[in-house]
C-alpha cells in the first residue's frame, strides 16, 4: 500500500486489514439479504416501495364535513350528475305577470300623466326545453355551472296584448332563440357519519342562476312587444331554472353519492 493511500486514510479515520475486512464482509452480506426480502415482501403486499410513483393510497373520512371538492371523487361525481340533470326536459311556465311598456303624456293643465296608448304582454302557456351538456368548476368554495342552449323553438304558444288601444287580443304565436345562457351556484357538501359513510347536503344560501337571452324572434305579433315578449320569455325560464334545475341537479348528485359513499 503506497503513502498517499495510508495518508487518505489515516484523515478519514479508518484503518483496514484483511482480518476487518473479511468481518465487514460477513455483517454486510446478511444485512443485504435482509433488505432485499423485505423489498420483496413490500411488492408483494401491494405497498409502495421508496422511489416508486405507485397510485394514491384512499383516504377515508369520519365525524366530518367536507366540500364535494375535497373528495378524492369529487369531480367524477359532480361531471356524472350534471350530465345527468341535463337528461331531463323542463317545463318552463310564464309567470303571471302583465309587461307594460305604456305610452303616457302629461296634463298641460294638471300635470298629471294621461296613458294615451297601451303595449302591454302576458304569456298564459307553456313550453319544455332541454338543455345542453353543462361546464363546471367545482373548488372548495364551491360550484359554478355554465349552462347552454344553443337554440329552442316553441310553437303554438299562447299569448295577450295591449298595442295601441287598451284592450286585450289573444293569439297562438311560435318563438325561436339561440344563446340562451345561465350561471348557476351553490356549495355542495359531504357529511360522514363514525363509519365513514356519506351523505350530500347543499348550502342553499348560495344557490343563484341567472338567464341571458341572445337572438330572439317571436312570430305572429308586431315588432313592438319584441321587448317585453324577450323579458317575459326570460323570467319564465328563470323561474323554471330555479323550481327545477336546482332539485334536478341534487337529486342526481345524491344518486351519484349513495353509490359512491353513501350507507344502504
Not at 393510497?57 to 361531471?79: C, D, K, R, W, Y
Not at 305577470?97 to 297601451?118: F, L, M
Not at 321587448?227 to 320569455?233: G, N, P, Q, S, Y
Request: with cysteine.
Amino acid at each position: 500500500m503506497n503513502r498517499t493511500t495510508k495518508l487518505s486514510r489515516r484523515i478519514l479515520g479508518i484503518e483496514w486489514c484483511p482480518r476487518r475486512l473479511v468481518q465487514v464482509k460477513r455483517f454486510i452480506r446478511p444485512l443485504s439479504v435482509s433488505v432485499l426480502t423485505v423489498a420483496v415482501l413490500l411488492v408483494l403486499s401491494g405497498l409502495p416501495v421508496s422511489g416508486e410513483t405507485g397510485g394514491a393510497i384512499p383516504v377515508s373520512f369520519t365525524n366530518t364535513t367536507i366540500s364535494l371538492a375535497e373528495h378524492p371523487q369529487g369531480q367524477q361525481m359532480m361531471a356524472k350528475a350534471a350530465t345527468e340533470a341535463s337528461l331531463v326536459e323542463i317545463k318552463v311556465t310564464f309567470l303571471d305577470k302583465t309587461y307594460k311598456n305604456d305610452v303616457h303624456v302629461k296634463e298641460p293643465i294638471t300635470g298629471k300623466k294621461v296613458r294615451v296608448s297601451c303595449r302591454r304582454f302576458k304569456g298564459v302557456s307553456g313550453f319544455t326545453m332541454k338543455i345542453d351538456k353543462p361546464k363546471f368548476e367545482l373548488t372548495t368554495k364551491g360550484l359554478t355551472i355554465n349552462q347552454n342552449i344553443s337554440r329552442l323553438s316553441a310553437q303554438g304558444l299562447k299569448i295577450k296584448w295591449q298595442l295601441g288601444p287598451c284592450a286585450w287580443s289573444v293569439a297562438g304565436v311560435g318563438v325561436t332563440m339561440s344563446d340562451i345562457e345561465f350561471v348557476y351556484k351553490a356549495k355542495p357538501m359531504l357529511t360522514f357519519d363514525g363509519n365513514g359513510a356519506c351523505r350530500l347536503t347543499f348550502n342553499s344560501q348560495t344557490e343563484k342562476i341567472k338567464v341571458k337571452i341572445g337572438d330572439f324572434n317571436i312570430t305572429g305579433v308586431q315588432n313592438d312587444l319584441d321587448k317585453l315578449a324577450k323579458d317575459a320569455f326570460r323570467e319564465g325560464i328563470n323561474a323554471a331554472f330555479r323550481a327545477m334545475y336546482g332539485d334536478l341537479l341534487v337529486d342526481s348528485l345524491a344518486k351519484v353519492t349513495l353509490d359512491t359513499c353513501g350507507s344502504a
